[in-house]
């Protein structure tokens, strides 16, 4: 390619001001590899810049319809576009190409996941991948933006400077991937050893799971919220999360999700759910903060990666009435603690979204 084909294919202009650079950011998309083709598509989605850290992050891509793969694949569009939406994918013209030859096999898997689990139960793991990972791109962008500001234009002032910037971390992504497959199996062998520990096999039919369940947070946060800088809000979530999930991985229990300031996770007993609560609020204590929780057991739903049902909705009940500093228990957690910890018995309490009074414990913090 020389400069005639760049300039028949629209690219550049040798009458134009920033000429040089042009020539410059096309002679560098060339030593990458880049094809005049993938250039011109490039260009046209504004992003002739990135090109270099886009083919790495997606290689061959928009090469097909949906209809296209499920041709491909053999199975009905419906169910292709089903996947695709789950994934959390977006298809805004069905005769436009979205998918490369990776993006068929990525579907053909889940397509035949259903013939064993299910289509309900296939579109359900997939939206539960679709959202996570669409959380870990998020973050990875975030951190990248922040710290290396020449990854934009608009920063650097140079296309050239912000194609080389975005390639060279682009070529990390792959890596990056093969990373979340080797934490994948870790997390798939930890979930179930947790469930066979749970003993809930007469359940599992239903997608019960004998758990105690907890809910901590953060007292006071929206008020801190009104007067911490974004920095420093910021650094006390993540703080949190941080301090939140390895006392829970401590223990042996499950980080469920997290819900701003609050924090919900599971363990296979009310004794361990007691002490994840008690270290969580001591660990807020130490760093100039409150924080309350509240603990139950019992059986749950169990449904993509999340936990439901009346067990889990009186545990968000008690730390939503817990005072500073305070763990509360309902009295199926009482009678599993025995006599191995003091609580002091608060009395029926009216708990919304209960019909009736729940009686309610408090536990004693140990000397």
Same mark, same amino acid.
């Given at each position: 390619?020389?400069?005639?084909? !760049?300039?028949?294919?629209?690219? &550049?202009?040798?009458?134009?001001?920033?000429?040089?650079?042009?020539?410059?950011?096309?002679?560098?998309?060339?030593?990458?590899?880049?094809?005049? *083709?993938?250039?011109?598509?490039?260009?046209?989605?504004?992003?002739?810049?990135?090109?270099? %850290?886009?083919?790495?992050?997606?290689?061959?891509?928009?090469?097909?319809?949906?209809?296209?793969?499920?041709?491909?694949?053999?199975?009905?569009? +419906?169910?292709?576009?089903?996947?695709?939406?789950? &994934?959390?994918?977006?298809?805004?013209?069905?005769?436009?190409?979205?998918?490369?030859?990776? *993006?068929?096999?990525?579907?053909?898997?889940?397509?035949?996941?259903?013939?064993?689990?299910?289509?309900?139960?296939?579109?359900?793991?997939?939206?539960?991948?679709?959202?996570?990972?669409?959380?870990? %791109? *998020?973050?990875?962008?975030?951190?990248?933006?922040?710290?290396?500001?020449?990854?934009?234009?608009?920063?650097?002032?140079?296309?050239?400077?912000?194609?080389? $910037? !975005?390639?060279?971390?682009?070529?990390?992504?792959?890596?990056?991937?093969?990373?979340?497959?080797?934490?994948?199996?870790?997390?798939? +062998?930890?979930? =179930?050893?947790?469930?066979?520990?749970?003993?809930?096999?007469?359940?599992?039919?239903?997608?019960?799971?004998?758990?105690?369940?907890? !809910? $901590?947070?953060?007292?006071?946060?929206?008020?801190?919220?009104?007067?911490?800088?974004?920095?420093?809000?910021?650094?006390?979530?993540? =703080?949190?999360?941080?301090? $939140?999930?390895?006392?829970?991985?401590?223990?042996?229990?499950?980080?469920?999700?997290?819900?701003?300031?609050?924090?919900? &996770?599971?363990?296979?007993?009310?004794?361990?759910?007691?002490?994840?609560?008690?270290?969580?609020?001591?660990?807020?204590?130490? =760093?100039?903060?409150?924080?309350?929780?509240?603990?139950?057991? %019992?059986?749950?739903? $169990?449904?993509?990666?999340?936990?439901?049902?009346?067990?889990?909705?009186?545990?968000?009940?008690?730390?939503?009435?817990?005072?500073?500093?305070?763990?509360?228990?309902?009295?199926?957690?009482? +009678?599993?603690?025995?006599? =191995?910890?003091?609580?002091?018995?608060?009395?029926?309490?009216?708990?919304? %979204?209960?019909?009736?009074?729940?009686?309610?414990?408090?536990?004693?913090?140990?000397?």
């Amino acid at each position: 390619m020389d400069v005639d084909d !760049f300039a028949a294919a629209g690219l &550049y202009d040798a009458a134009s001001p920033v000429a040089a650079e042009r020539l410059e950011l096309l002679s560098f998309l060339v030593e990458q590899g880049c094809t005049l *083709d993938e250039m011109v598509a490039a260009n046209e989605r504004g992003r002739l810049f990135a090109l270099a %850290g886009d083919r790495i992050i997606r290689p061959k891509r928009d090469q097909f319809t949906l209809d296209q793969v499920a041709e491909t694949i053999g199975a009905p569009a +419906e169910l292709v576009r089903a996947i695709w939406r789950a &994934y959390g994918l977006v298809e805004a013209d069905p005769d436009s190409p979205v998918a490369s030859p990776d *993006d068929i096999e990525m579907v053909a898997t889940a397509a035949g996941m259903t013939e064993v689990l299910g289509v309900e139960a296939t579109l359900g793991m997939a939206r539960v991948m679709g959202a996570s990972l669409a959380r870990i %791109g *998020d973050a990875s962008s975030t951190a990248v933006r922040g710290r290396l500001p020449s990854m934009s234009v608009a920063t650097s002032g140079s296309e050239v400077t912000t194609a080389r $910037a !975005f390639a060279q971390i682009a070529a990390a992504v792959p890596l990056l991937g093969r990373s979340l497959d080797i934490l994948f199996r870790h997390h798939l +062998e930890a979930a =179930r050893m947790h469930f066979e520990r749970t003993e809930s096999w007469d359940v599992v039919g239903d997608g019960g799971i004998r758990v105690a369940v907890g !809910f $901590a947070d953060l007292c006071g946060f929206t008020g801190l919220s009104q007067h911490l800088t974004m920095d420093g809000l910021s650094q006390l979530l993540t =703080r949190f999360e941080e301090v $939140a999930a390895d006392v829970v991985a401590d223990h042996g229990g499950r980080l469920v999700k997290f819900l701003g300031d609050a924090v919900m &996770y599971v363990t296979t007993d009310a004794v361990t759910a007691i002490a994840v609560a008690e270290d969580l609020v001591e660990a807020a204590e130490l =760093r100039g903060l409150k924080a309350r929780a509240g603990v139950t057991v %019992g059986t749950a739903l $169990a449904l993509d990666g999340d936990y439901f049902g009346p067990v889990v909705n009186l545990a968000a009940r008690l730390v939503a009435v817990a005072e500073p500093g305070q763990v509360l228990a309902s009295d199926p957690v009482v +009678e599993r603690l025995g006599d =191995r910890r003091r609580t002091i018995a608060l009395g029926p309490q009216q708990l919304r %979204g209960f019909d009736d009074p729940v009686p309610v414990s408090r536990l004693v913090p140990v000397p």
